[in-house]
């Protein structure tokens, strides 16, 4: 699998903030349009990055003397990028200017935003295109948790470098719950020590952050892809590079295995990987993947392969994301002869012959490959839009290719 677009970003935002030398290893796959986003957007901050698409990334970090500056940010299509550099520049002195693509324009920023103002940034919109002036004096803010973790993460990564720290409140119910968990960890391995007063709120005093070597590991999203061909299939398939053991801190999307296996499939944890296997029928599940939703697409294409009805719900937040991923699923499934009920939340499929047909990415990666996956086991799938996919997985296409082979 390529590296974690999570891990990755995060390590980038921090190997920025740290003092001294970072070397962040991508392994060598393609890790993406979101992470080589991510690598533009702190080496336009001031921070010396060197090293290709692939390998090995050394990062200069900013430290506590950061010169004034004037920059220009490209997020392109991320979210990551978007509101964390949003929350790094809001730290440095002079003014950033942050862009995206049209859809980004249209994500949620202003829960963010509204935080960084009253932690005492200058930012002039309330979405994307804006202009973040610093620096960020910083104190207590509540922000809420269910439109996107990604506003709790920003925040606690730029909270170091502010004058005064930060205590953040999370208020409200927190969609993808483990990708704050991830954010404080890799802090954590930065010698930040983050104090948690309640369940959803911490305090971060102003303090140095440490360079560090890291190896990204493979993205546990991107192997529910393969993991789900086995799925809809039958047989086995094998990744190399992802660990499906839920851990503290670690990629919260590894829950997905253990969809699968309720869904039917043997999940094997091997030394370094997974494996997953399927030898008798899919079974129709009830889940709530408010914290894994962005495997919600992948887990539709199983479940319209199963015996029986699944529902998976928790997922409102979905529908801002680069997609309305409720209604694009819903959708998919509806143009190759699918039974789909769609609720604010989430979605009921009802198994149902399903027959080849035209299916739009609408611009999303999740959807153009969990759709390709379902393409595999249903003939004459067409993914209108395929190419979104570089997103996070430039060699899904060339994956297709070996499991279909």
């Not at 950061?66 to 002195?93: N, Q």
């Not at 529910?224 to 398939?237: E, F, K, N, T």
């Amino acid at each position: 699998m390529p590296a974690s677009k999570s891990v990755a970003n995060r390590e980038l935002i921090l190997s920025a903030l740290a003092e001294g030398r970072s070397r962040v290893d991508l392994g060598p796959e393609d890790p993406g349009d979101d992470v080589l986003a991510m690598r533009a957007a702190i080496g336009a901050l001031g921070c010396g990055v060197d090293g290709a698409a692939t390998g090995t990334l050394t990062v200069t970090g900013l430290g506590r003397s950061a010169p004034t500056i004037d920059a220009r940010i490209d997020a392109g299509d991320a979210g990551t990028v978007a509101r964390f550099t949003t929350s790094l520049a809001a730290t440095l002195p002079g003014r950033t200017r942050i862009d995206g693509s049209p859809r980004l324009r249209e994500r949620p920023m202003a829960p963010l935003i509204r935080a960084l103002r009253e932690l005492g940034a200058g930012i002039d919109a309330e979405a994307l295109p804006l202009t973040v002036t610093g620096p960020l004096r910083g104190g207590y803010v509540d922000v809420p948790g269910s439109a996107s973790s990604q506003f709790a993460s920003a925040l606690l990564l730029a909270a170091p470098r502010s004058r005064q720290g930060l205590t953040l409140r999370i208020s409200g119910s927190l969609v993808s719950a483990p990708f704050v968990a991830m954010t404080i960890a890799g802090l954590e391995r930065r010698g930040v020590h983050v104090e948690r007063l309640a369940p959803n709120e911490f305090r971060i005093a102003p303090q140095p952050v440490k360079a560090r070597d890291v190896a990204i590991p493979g993205d546990a999203t991107a192997a529910s892809y393969p993991a789900a061909a086995a799925a809809v299939l039958g047989g086995r398939v094998t990744v190399e590079n992802v660990d499906p053991r839920p851990s503290a801190g670690d990629q919260g999307d590894v829950r997905c295995f253990e969809v699968l296996r309720a869904m039917g499939c043997d999940v094997s944890t091997l030394s370094g990987g997974v494996s997953v296997r399927r030898t008798g029928a899919l079974y129709g599940i009830r889940d709530d993947l408010r914290d894994i939703s962005d495997t919600f697409p992948t887990i539709a294409a199983v479940a319209a392969c199963a015996t029986g009805p699944s529902e998976l719900l928790g997922l409102g937040h979905t529908r801002r994301q680069e997609s309305d991923r409720i209604a694009a699923v819903a959708a998919g499934l509806r143009a190759l002869g699918g039974d789909v009920t769609e609720y604010a939340d989430g979605i009921r499929i009802v198994p149902a012959p399903l027959h080849g047909g035209v299916v739009a990415a609408a611009g999303d990666h999740r959807i153009a490959m969990a759709f390709s996956i379902l393409g595999l086991a249903v003939p004459g799938v067409t993914i209108e839009g395929a190419e979104v996919t570089a997103k996070t997985y430039p060699g899904f296409y060339g994956l297709l290719e070996e499991l279909a082979s």
